[in-house]
């Protein structure tokens, strides 16, 4: 199994509802990352996850709260977020943090009204 | 700040021609450099990776690397319209992976 899963595929939000974004692999990697791409841009590191612990943060605002359950999962919780946090948000997963191969989920678009 | 570029494009080249791809990098110490594929609206796929000076060649593609010149290239033999795509080029060394803004391609029939 070489996928990074990712649900759900797309999600619209209110600026005032609570969301979560998840994602999955079976590969036995044991780093995973968040990634948000807008339109034409490159994708922006938000977190990355190591052996389930947090390594890093990329000053990512509040309203964005990762969780990694298990060495499987990991997760984006999503509180008032704004119209311009709208994006493809993307997880992925490596062997480990200084292995260098990401491998991509296929996304969430995300849309903030 | 350590900084990727690339040229944004759109690069046109006709079906069946060379498309090459240029990527530079800032930061002397990086280690690692990958190619990924793009389709507009899907998640970036590796299709490339290069760690020593020279060429590296998988099927229609050569990845190039030049560590004194701080260059990286892709070139695409035989082009067909399906690899139309906006081309990620990636470079890593002690700090997480820094992609550049992408270059994108059309294959034209």
């Known amino acids: 199994d070489t996928e990074v899963t990712q649900t759900p595929k797309h999600l619209v939000m209110g600026m005032t509802n609570k969301k979560s974004l998840k994602c999955e692999q079976h590969m036995g990697h044991r780093a995973m990352y968040w990634y948000k791409q807008k339109a034409k841009k490159p994708p922006e590191l938000m977190f990355v996850?190591?052996?389930?612990?947090?390594?890093i943060n990329e000053s990512v605002p509040s309203r964005f709260s990762p969780e990694c359950p298990n060495s499987s999962l990991l997760n984006l919780h999503l509180h008032a977020l704004q119209p311009e946090d709208s994006a493809l948000y993307l997880c992925?997963?490596?062997?480990?943090?200084?292995?260098?191969?990401?491998?991509f989920g296929s996304g969430t678009q995300l849309s903030v009204l | 700040q350590k900084e990727v570029e690339q040229n944004s494009g759109p690069l046109s080249v006709p079906e069946g021609a060379i498309a090459s791809l240029n990527c530079t990098y800032s930061?002397?110490?990086?280690?690692?450099f990958f190619w990924y594929r793009q389709y507009s609206g899907k998640s970036p796929e590796l299709i490339m990776f290069?760690?020593?000076?020279g060429d590296k060649e998988d099927g229609r593609f050569t990845a190039q690397l030049n560590k004194a010149s701080q260059y990286v290239s892709l070139l695409i033999r035989d082009s067909q319209p399906s690899d139309s795509a906006t081309y990620l080029c990636a470079v890593k060394g002690n700090t997480p992976l820094v992609f550049g803004k992408g270059t994108r391609l059309s294959v034209i029939a």
């Open positions: 290069i760690y020593s000076n």
């Open positions: 930061d002397r110490g990086s280690q690692s």
């Open positions: 996850y190591s052996y389930e612990k947090l390594s």
């Open positions: 992925a997963s490596s062997r480990g943090q200084g292995a260098e191969k990401l491998f």
